[in-house]
Nanobody, 122 residues
Framework: QVQLVESGGGLVQAGDSLRLSCAAS????????MGWFRQAPGKEREFVAA????????YDANSVKGRFTISRDKGSSTVYLQRNSLKPEDTAIYYC???????????????WGQGTQVTVSS
């Protein structure tokens, strides 16, 4: 089992920056891909970014490329999502997930955090 706890959400203004954190615990993460997804009201859960825990290879959705950066700290077992130049359309619940399947497909992730709300005002 892997437990994931997100933090860092809140209300921000358009153009602001915000970093989300995901603290992982439980079994070793060496074989996992750590992903961030988001879900806006009335929409499906959307892939945002992912990173391989062992090698640190990153993947970004086209919608956030250049604005969001995913990273991980092995020492603290934490995954981060640095988000810059936030837009109102970035408003969503952001979820951290761990899995071993297709990077962009939510259904292939095995473990999920409870989510953290991010609201971007214009």
């Amino acid at each position: 089992q892997v437990q994931l706890v997100e933090s860092g959400g809140g209300l921000v203004q358009a153009g602001d920056s915000l970093r989300l954190s995901c603290a992982a615990s439980g079994r070793t993460l060496s074989s996992y891909i750590m992903g961030w997804f988001r879900q806006a009201p009335g929409k499906e859960r959307e892939f945002v970014a992912a990173i391989t825990w062992s090698g640190g290879t990153t993947y970004d959705a086209n919608s956030v490329k250049g604005r969001f950066t995913i990273s991980r700290d092995k020492g603290s077992s934490t995954v981060y999502l640095q988000r810059n130049s936030l837009k109102p359309e970035d408003t969503a619940i952001y979820y951290c997930a761990a899995g071993t399947g297709t990077i962009w497909r939510a259904s292939t992730y095995d473990y999920w955090g409870q989510g953290t709300q991010v609201t971007v005002s214009s």
